[in-house]
């Protein structure tokens, strides 16, 4: 079953603008993962933030979580056109299993 | 880094060929899997293995089979290529501090079954 929802389905910014998408899930999770896709790659490691952390920063990168709320957000700051991508969370549920979203498309328009 | 290559980024088969795609990682992870990634469903876990001979069922093995002899390479195989088997398939590896954290994926082959 998918648990990881990202949010938006697609996103469209200018570059230089802050680029936000989310992730809901439905069960207790042991940590939360997101990954970068360029059109046709495979994917990328970002950054894991675990279940008892709240924020975790790379970069121009940050991520939340909210355990009570049972979401995550990603946040990119200041995008570049090298930013355009699929972005997908990924959860480990409390079963060790790997459970991806369908991902947010991000276009950052020059 | 870590490198995960994929032997094919383009691959178009018959319906009932066999089909066989490689991958081999460069970093002794013991860790390594397969999915299928088509729009709108995200990945979806195929077969994993974290040894070598040692092979488990994903979410949707059927119609597929594995094989790891060498802990380097994971191959996965198609016995009766069907059409609802065209996809974009995707190898990852992880190192075995936690299976399933930060996983390498190779760049993908895309299957066309015709």
Redesign the interface.
């Known amino acids: 079953s998918q648990q990881g929802e990202e949010d938006p389905q697609a996103l469209s910014i200018q570059e230089g603008e802050n680029a936000t998408m989310n992730c809901s899930y439905k069960t207790s999770i042991n940590n939360l993962q997101w990954y970068r896709q360029n059109s046709g790659r495979g994917l990328v490691h970002l950054i894991l933030i675990r279940s008892n952390e709240r924020e975790k920063h790379s970069g121009r990168l940050r991520v939340t979580l909210d355990t009570s709320k049972k979401s995550s957000s990603l946040l990119i700051t200041a995008s570049r056109a090298a930013d355009t991508a699929s972005y997908f969370c990924a959860t480990e549920d409390s079963n060790y299993q790997l459970i991806w979203g369908a991902g947010t498309k991000l276009i950052i328009k020059p | 880094d870590v490198k995960?290559t994929q032997s094919s980024r383009y691959l178009v088969k018959r319906t009932g060929e066999k089909v066989f795609l490689e991958c081999v990682q460069d970093m002794d992870h013991e860790n390594m899997f397969w999915y299928r990634q088509d729009p709108?469903?995200?990945?979806?876990?195929i077969y994993f293995s974290y040894d070598v001979k040692m092979k488990e069922k994903g979410d949707i093995p059927e119609g597929y089979s594995v094989s790891r002899e060498k802990k380097e390479r994971f191959s996965l195989i198609l016995e009766s290529a069907s059409t609802n088997q065209t996809s974009?398939y995707?190898c990852?590896s992880s190192s075995p501090g936690g299976?399933?954290?930060?996983?390498?994926?190779?760049?993908?082959t895309?299957l066309s079954v015709l």
């Not at chain 2, 709108?40 to 876990?45: C, D, E, F, M, Q």
């Not at chain 2, 299976?99 to 993908?108: D, I, V």
């Open positions: 995960v709108g469903l995200g990945l979806r876990l974009m995707l990852a299976p399933n954290e930060k996983l390498f994926f190779g760049s993908g895309q």
